[in-house]
């Protein structure tokens, strides 16, 4: 059964920074596009960013552009989303996700076909 687990949440200063990861397993995802998704308390779940099968093309949100950088290694069926100078406003439980276009994932609903559990960003102030 293929699933995602997101590893590498927990609790920091604001101007700190985590490194998120997701590993896939049961099956091969490098030819998915793959995403982080952050829902805070009371809100709905938001995209954060995307990034495409090849690892070429990225997509953020304006609220982390230029903070959170998304890669992946496709060899170790994992991706990362590395978070610098971290706001209280970022946080929220941090989902990995596949889909099929990274571009679409800024789509409300978007088409995902897998999510992860989820990890929990703490960012202190």
């Known amino acids: 059964q293929a699933q995602l687990v997101e590893s590498g949440g927990g609790l920091v200063q604001a101007g700190g920074s985590l490194r998120l990861s997701c590993v896939g397993s049961?099956?091969?995802?490098?030819?998915?596009?793959m995403g982080w998704f952050r829902q805070a308390p009371g809100k709905e779940r938001e995209f954060v960013g995307a990034?495409?099968?090849?690892?070429?093309?990225?997509y953020y949100a304006d609220s982390v552009k230029g903070r959170f950088t998304i890669s992946r290694d496709n060899a170790k069926n994992t991706v990362y989303l590395q978070m610098n100078s971290l706001e209280p406003e970022d946080t929220a439980v941090y989902y990995c996700?596949?889909?099929?276009?990274?571009?679409?994932?800024?789509?409300?609903?978007?088409?995902?076909?897998?999510w992860g559990q989820g990890t929990q960003v703490t960012v202190s102030s």
């Open positions: 049961g099956r091969t995802f490098s030819s998915y596009a």
């Open positions: 990034i495409s099968w090849s690892g070429g093309i990225t």
């Open positions: 996700a596949a889909g099929l276009v990274a571009q679409n994932m800024r789509i409300k609903p978007a088409p995902i076909k897998y």
